[in-house]
Nanobody, 127 residues
Framework: QVELVESGGGLVQPGGSLRLSCVAS????????MGWFRQAPGNDRQLVAQ?????????RHAESVRGRFTISRDNAKTTLYLQMNRLKPEDTGVYYC???????????????????WGPGTQVTVSS
């Protein structure tokens, strides 16, 4: 089973930038890291950005981060990135990387098709 580990979180001032990374390890030909989700205290987990296809570089970004955040991955499709620019206090939360079976196509805003989650990395946007 694939394992995921996120890194790159931290404390940043409003307007600043962070780049999150998610490295997948372990033997899995079936699942791959494809999405970033976040959860703020007292709130439900929400989609930040995801690849909607393992085979093609099609992405979907939540409206709240569109134009500020960009999801990307390496050529081997085993490392996922999230470039976060112009950060706002409301972006604060724990950010989770998630993997799902490669055959799934399309958007999944609820995370129901994702079967592996990383432990999360804290992002705090505050002055």
């Amino acid at each position: 089973q694939v394992e995921l580990v996120e890194s790159g979180g931290g404390l940043v001032q409003p307007g600043g930038s962070l780049r999150l990374s998610c490295v997948a390890s372990g033997q899995s030909r079936m699942s791959a890291p494809m999405g970033w989700f976040r959860q703020a205290p007292g709130n439900d987990r929400q989609l930040v950005a995801q690849f909607t296809s393992w085979f093609e570089d099609r992405t979907r970004h939540a409206e709240s981060v569109r134009g500020r955040f960009t999801i990307s991955r390496d050529n081997a499709k085993t490392t996922l990135y999230l470039q976060m620019n112009r950060l706002k206090p409301e972006d604060t939360g724990v950010y989770y990387c998630a993997a799902r079976p490669r055959h799934f196509q399309g958007s999944d805003d609820n995370g129901e098709t994702y079967n592996t989650w990383g432990p999360g990395t804290q992002v705090t946007v505050s002055s």
